[in-house]
């Protein structure tokens, strides 16, 4: 059994996840535990909710976070001053990139899209689509067509039709 209470162990992570907090290493010279003894707390605490000073939303990565988990992550360091943001981020888990990419998403989200043609969604929108799929296939295929009776004419221009009064060689 650990010498130490459950809330001593709180109170030392505390101490060592709040902003500007000493580090294991400082806070082990000071108290004279040791600094692995240190780290393991802070570990064990970022596993276990209620310990640690403030996580990220139930401890999922921040990719993992719902909209409205990132708007208000993206919300609150807006308002908070720069020398704040670095430990508001830390305490977070976040990094900067991870609030200027949901900003932009935001932006985004926010910015007025064309209106999509009805008929689109409808199955004569559909049908239309087909149509027009079927129009290129058949012009592409003519194009083509084109191309081989072209090329056929040239190739008779230049060695003669087929059809020339050239008599087979016997063997005689």
Known sequence: MSPYSETFKAEMVK??????????????????????????WCRQASRVDGMSHEKSPQGRRPQDWTAAEKLDAALEASSLPEQDLGGFLRRRGLHRSHLDQWRQQMLVGLEEKPRQRRSAKTAEGRRLRELEKELRRKNAALAETAALLVLKKKASAIWGDGDDTMTPRSGK
């Open 15 to 40: 101490k060592m996840t709040a902003p500007g907090g000493p580090s294991a290493n400082a806070l082990s010279g000071e108290l004279g535990i040791h600094q692995s003894t240190l780290s393991r």
